[in-house]
């Protein structure tokens, strides 16, 4: 039976792979794949340099979407595949990563439904909401600790490259989202979270239809 695909979507910040861990926290890793469309960004050479000297890494052409998209279709098809985990520190020795096919099916990043190829394939749609000013202190705090940005460059990123993005081509798939929730306390607490967990747990006993 063809998996399930769930798409989780949102601004730059507002907690998509949070929930994403807590998905996987509550479900079975047999049940359960991650399919990142942050797995999959062009090395720098290819990316847009804006007029201030920074590479965007917030356009649609910053990612392999062929790439994501055929490896999604093998996924769906039950194959497992290997892929080159995208580094952001540019480390010397590749990351490579299997990700196993399973009954459920995250695919989870900034522009997988303005990829009208992946958009139609998503069975439930997610959309996280976070207040613009909270993204934006997650964001600092995770680019300048995890990746070694500076805090100008952090800032800058966010404003003129992340909330462009966001508004240009993500915002207007919240209404058709099956799902918004907004990220406003810790997921566990959550009513809406709670009632995720109650349906894909439901799909993968009866491996039914969303």
Known sequence: ?????IGITGRSGSGKTTLVQKLQEYLDNNDLSVHSLDDYYLDRSSQVEDSDGYYNFDLPTSF????????LLELIKGH???I????????KEPNIKVISSAPIIIVEGLFINYFSEIHHLINYHIFVKLAKEECFNRRMLRDTKERNYGEVEVSHRFNQHAEPAFIDYITSFEKLSDLTLINDCNYEEHPKFKELIRLLKTYIKKRGEF
């Open 1 to 5: 039976m063809r998996p399930a695909i």
């Open 80 to 82: 497992d595949i290997r």
């Open 64 to 71: 392999d979407r062929n790439g994501y998209h055929l490896n």
């Open 84 to 91: 080159q985990q995208y580094s952001y520190n540019e480390q």
